[in-house]
């Protein structure tokens, strides 16, 4: 089953993504000045300055170019939150992956690249209690848990592998020999971040499913009431 | 303002919720909400529920008088 392009969901979650754009620049920015502050170098603030340039030039190009500015229309807010939300996530990853990247290979200057935790985690942990909250988080019915859960549990493996071999990896080589030991770790790391993953997010899907049909059976009384007040009238 | 018309087309149709949510390719709560009259779905979903029940946009979604 192919997975769903809900119009209603994708509206809902652009405007609310629109806004974490915002607060991702505003971390961003000051991340930037207080390392600057603190005598960082230009190495320690290489993806800093990307990250904005990404943020700040993407969205002059784009709401130049799609004619956005100052965008009140109904319509045209859809499209500029719509474009806030693409580069969000591009944000998003290049501040993950940039950030795993630089730990990696520059290690002894851990600490100027630790705030990019906050910079990306911040607005994710927003976006994600917001959802739940107001049901966006969902399979959208039973036919389609079915098939989420399928994709959900590629996607875990994929994700335990990655995790086991990145974190336990370095424990299956010791002075330049293969440690079978090691293999143990890797297989223990990934199955123990898959679990706690897929548990996780299945539980947090539940909850979106219950908030969703609540909002439904809500809307639904409003309406019912709405519609016995107007009887009353006439 | 409910939409009933779209709710009775749907049943002589034989669909639940979750059916046509199905064949629209949206949630279950979506289909919901619009029968409630919570959401205006676009031009674009409207067509697509009316080519699903067999209807017109008129049909379904102009308001009676």
Same mark, same amino acid.
């Given at each position: ?33 207080? +390392? ?5 170098? #230009?190495?320690?603030?290489? *993806? ?5 340039? $990404?943020?700040? /030039? @993407? ?86 848990? +079915? ?5 959900? #549990?590629?996607?875990?493996? *994929? ?5 086991? $071999?990145?974190? /336990? @990896? ?65 | ?65």
């Amino acid at each position: 089953m192919r997975k769903i392009v809900d119009e209603r969901l994708a509206r809902e979650t652009n405007a609310m993504t629109a806004r974490m754009y915002w607060l991702m620049l505003a971390l961003q920015l000051s991340v930037l000045i207080v +390392k600057l502050v603190l005598g960082a170098g #230009l190495m320690q603030c290489i *993806l800093d300055l990307l990250v904005l340039a $990404v943020g700040l /030039g @993407g969205m002059a190009i784009l709401r130049t170019a799609k004619g956005l500015w100052g965008a009140k229309d109904e319509v045209l807010r859809e499209i500029d939150d719509a474009c806030l939300t693409k580069l969000f996530m591009a944000m998003f990853w290049l501040l993950v992956f940039g950030e795993f990247l630089l730990a990696f290979s520059d290690g002894r200057n851990l600490w100027w690249y630790a705030p990019y935790v906050l910079v990306w985690g911040l607005p994710a942990v927003v976006i994600t209690v917001k959802s739940l909250r107001q049901g966006l988080l969902l399979w959208g019915g039973r036919q389609q848990e +079915k098939a989420g859960k399928a994709r959900l #549990l590629k996607g875990t493996v *994929l994700g335990a592998v990655f995790f086991g $071999v990145v974190i /336990g @990896g370095p424990s299956c080589f010791k002075d330049g020999s293969f440690q079978p030991s090691g293999l143990v770790q890797v297989l223990m790391m990934g199955a123990v971040w898959g679990t706690l993953f897929y548990v996780m997010f299945s539980a947090m899907m539940k909850r979106g499913e219950k908030a969703a049909d609540q909002a439904v059976a809500e809307a639904e009384t409003r309406m019912d009431d709405a519609g016995e007040d107007a009887a009353d009238e006439e | 303002m409910k939409n009933k018309r779209m709710k009775i087309a749907r049943i002589e149709k034989d669909l639940s919720q979750e059916q046509l949510a199905v064949l629209l390719g949206v949630t279950r709560q979506t289909i919901g909400l619009i029968e409630s009259g919570s959401y205006n779905p676009t031009l674009k979903l409207c067509i697509a529920i009316c080519k699903a029940l067999d209807k017109t946009l008129d049909e379904l979604f102009w308001p009676e008088e």
